[in-house]
């Protein structure tokens, strides 16, 4: 297969494409972490017995019950601070703050190679709140790389929604919004430096590596939460960045889902939320996916 490399003007085929020339520029300053040597990744990488397959009723700012390096993937959905039953009414120097805190213990239970993947939606319209944005910036100064971005896109229109604004009038039209992000993040380096058994087949595998995820929306009554993401979205996102028997984490867990999710796939699971009530819940819906 013949290679192909960066060019000044562009080329059609990427099968064995080095890039080094793109990623030489200087482009990429001192803003990016440089992935970590051989020696850095080499850390001993401790047993889940004991401290997986538990969820913990308190905040993940403090997760000082996980040993350093033992996660493998952590996956979530934080509260987005806009008003839902289990939210407190903060600053957003206040939210942004909680989720730095977060960001610094998720990235010290991470094994080297290891993803943070986070599920956010941006905010109002007056003016408009770019959460995104702000969480690339917190999850960079603690360390991350990032990978990409998805874009989850939970319906084709949003026929329920009538936020037009001016209706039909250039005055001030509304944007509604079907989709929300998926920020992918890594831990030292892009690659795992250890093997695994991936249980993701190819048809999969070439839809979950595209941009825009369509998985429709899950609904809040069914699960009995107000804020819950698909377990289709969880399992993807699952299969994908992590290995069977790998230890899987939700920092802000809610209804549990990717706790669920990794119980029915061959990982184990961690959980933190703050809310009894969410905590049993969750323990409710990982008895019935391990069942």
């Not at 407190?88 to 943070?116: C, M, N």
């Not at 037009?164 to 509604?176: E, T, Y």
């Not at 107000?226 to 399992?235: D, H, I, N, S, V």
Request: with cysteine.
């Amino acid at each position: 297969m013949k290679r192909t490399s960066t060019s000044s003007f562009g080329t059609g085929k990427r099968e064995s494409h080095d890039a080094s020339a793109f990623y030489a520029r200087s482009l990429y300053d001192d803003r990016f972490a440089a992935p970590a040597s051989k020696s850095e990744m080499a850390v001993e990488i401790p047993a889940p017995d004991g401290w997986a397959d538990r969820l913990y009723c308190q905040s993940a700012t403090d997760m000082s019950v996980l040993p350093d390096n033992g996660v493998a993937l952590a996956f979530t959905s934080p509260p987005y601070n806009v008003g839902k039953d289990y939210e407190d009414d903060i600053s957003l120097t206040a939210y942004l703050d909680l989720i730095s805190e977060v960001a610094a213990e998720v990235y010290r239970v991470l094994r080297p190679g290891g993803r943070y993947v986070v599920n956010i939606a941006n905010l109002g319209r007056k003016p408009y709140i770019p959460l995104h944005a702000f969480f690339y910036e917190i999850h960079m100064r603690a360390g991350f790389m990032p990978m990409g971005e998805i874009i989850w896109r939970k319906a084709r229109g949003a026929s329920g929604s009538c936020a037009w604004g001016s209706w039909m009038n250039a005055k001030s039209p509304r944007l509604r919004d079907i989709h929300e992000y998926l920020l992918v993040f890594a831990k030292q380096d892009f690659s795992r430096p250890d093997r695994g058994e991936s249980d993701i087949g190819r048809d999969e595998f070439m839809e979950s590596t595209l941009s825009v995820w369509e998985i429709p929306a899950e609904s809040a009554r069914r699960v009995g939460h107000p804020a819950p993401f698909p377990m289709a979205l969880a399992e993807r996102v699952i299969r994908l960045y992590s290995y069977r028997d790998d230890v899987v984490l939700d920092p802000f867990m809610g209804s549990g889902t990717t706790c669920a999710a990794a119980a029915q796939n061959g990982r184990y699971y961690v959980g933190f939320d703050v809310s009894p009530e969410y905590c049993m819940l969750a323990e409710e819906r990982i008895s019935q996916a391990s069942a």
